[in-house]
């Protein structure tokens, strides 16, 4: 019921506010086509704009996957996760999906294909992925496209979010699963 | 950020040599430079569509009348913006936006929301306590419906695929809350550095 209603609101969601945009402009007497072009001249510049930050940040985590070191981690913490019933497939996930998105969805299929359906891993990776956004690249373009580069406490606000919902999911999973 | 960047390049440079995969560390600033620009071209044309929409959302009046809609809370979570600033009116799509899984118009409005939020900010090297809430707000990731990964689930043949989405919304509202607290509270301890240094921003003044 609830999926229902949020399929046909996610479908028509966009549509609707489509519609609502161009009907009020017309209604207020806007020069909408004029008015859209001026706006979405923009849009090159700013793509532009974020170009040095997303090389700085998606670099650096490519370079960070490619060594290796996320597993080493893995393997370090897998006794830890033990004890929290969290299972070792896992780790890779509530590593990754801050840092980089398509890759957490990569290892998240990885899991859900060679694990099986239906199997509790797959279930709490899948909540685990769902859940969150990419805090190191929401930073770089949000940052990047307005040109700074003091976060302040951006980041740790970030990371610690990602923290509880890591925390959240595995209580959540381990009380309804 | 100098050293969240430099820990990053060099731990992974000293990783991939204990791992015997220097190669592939080097290797990766080839892949990773190019995805860099292929993520933001393939930006260009969802961006220059959305933020032609918000202008026209904004000339009609639309973004100004979400902004005194909402303007209880967002008078709360972000003090800094101004009475008249459409920048609440962004904020307020952009969540909006995500919370419905429209990634592709969520990060153009957030940026333009961003642009609004820069014209308040004193010091524009330096993140202002607004934009820090907001991003605070987009990381954790409010979203009403996880489509990517139920696809996923279903095309593993995953029976009840659907059965996660009531604990996926619990977990992201739980991290969406505390993000928005852990903002609150961050912003009275860590003040923004003064542009020119000078002995006064010890101030304990507080409440």
């Known amino acids: ?177 | 950020m100098n050293y969240i960047f430099y820990l990053l390049i060099v731990v992974s440079i000293i990783a991939g040599a204990v791992n015997g995969r220097l190669q592939e560390v080097v290797n990766a600033v080839l892949t990773g430079a190019e995805l860099s620009v292929k993520v933001a071209f393939s930006l260009i044309g969802i961006m220059a569509f959305w933020l032609g929409m918000m202008r026209i959302a904004q000339k009609c009046g639309l973004i100004d009348y979400i902004a005194r809609l909402i303007k209880p809370l967002t008078g709360y979570l972000f003090r800094e913006i101004p009475e008249d600033s459409p920048a609440a009116g962004d904020i307020a799509m952009s969540l909006s936006a995500n919370a419905f899984g429209l990634s592709n118009a969520a990060t153009p409005i957030g940026i333009k929301a961003m642009e609004e939020l820069q014209k308040h900010n004193k010091d524009k090297k330096s993140a202002s306590n607004a934009m820090c809430m907001f991003l605070a707000m987009n990381t954790a990731g409010f979203q009403l419906m996880p489509a990517t990964v139920i696809a996923v689930l279903i095309s593993t043949g995953y029976k009840n695929p659907t059965k996660i989405i009531a604990p996926t919304l619990l977990v992201t509202s739980i991290a969406f809350v505390s993000a928005i607290i852990m903002a609150k509270i961050f912003e009275k301890y860590w003040k923004p550095q003064p542009v020119h240094s000078s002995p006064e921003n010890q101030d304990m003044e507080g409440n």
């Open chain 1, 1 to 177: 019921m609830f999926q229902h209603f949020m399929n046909i609101a996610s479908l028509w969601m966009l549509p609707a506010i489509l519609i609502l945009i161009l009907t009020l402009g017309l209604i207020k007497r806007v020069p909408i086509y004029e008015v859209f072009t001026e706006g979405a001249k923009e849009g090159f510049k700013v793509s532009v704009n974020i170009i040095p930050y997303l090389v700085a940040i998606i670099v650096s985590i490519s370079m960070l996957r490619a060594s290796g070191i996320i597993e080493l981690t893995g393997e370090v913490l897998s006794p830890l996760l033990a004890h929290f019933n969290i299972p070792a497939d896992i780790l890779p996930v509530m590593i990754v999906r801050s840092l980089s998105g398509s890759a957490a969805l990569g290892i998240f299929s990885d899991i859900a294909h060679n694990l099986g359906p239906d199997n509790y891993a797959t279930t709490l990776a899948a909540v685990m992925v769902g859940s969150s956004e990419t805090t190191f690249y929401v930073l770089a373009v949000y940052f990047g496209a307005v040109g700074i580069s003091k976060l302040r406490y951006a980041l740790l606000v970030g990371l610690l979010a990602d923290l509880v919902g890591i925390i959240a999911a595995v209580t959540v999973c381990n009380l309804m699963f």
